[in-house]
């Protein structure tokens, strides 16, 4: 009986590549308005949060 063969499988690529989120600097007026772009998100969690009690 033959030994069966296989090509193992590629290796993955952990070339390291820029991230434009944590490059980023944080300033005032960014982390303002992420704040203020999330008022919906706070609301519905907010909201989900009090369905639960």
């Avoid at 193992?8 to 952990?14: H, S, V």
């Avoid at 390291?16 to 704040?35: E, F, G, L, Q, S």
Wanted: include cysteine; proline fraction near 13%.
């Amino acid at each position: 009986m033959d030994t069966p063969t296989y090509d193992a499988p590629p290796e993955p690529d952990y070339t390291p590549r820029a991230n434009p989120i944590i490059d980023a600097p944080a300033t005032h007026a960014a982390c303002a308005r992420d704040y203020e772009n999330a008022a919906g998100i706070r609301a519905t969690i907010d909201k989900q949060n009090r369905s639960t009690r």
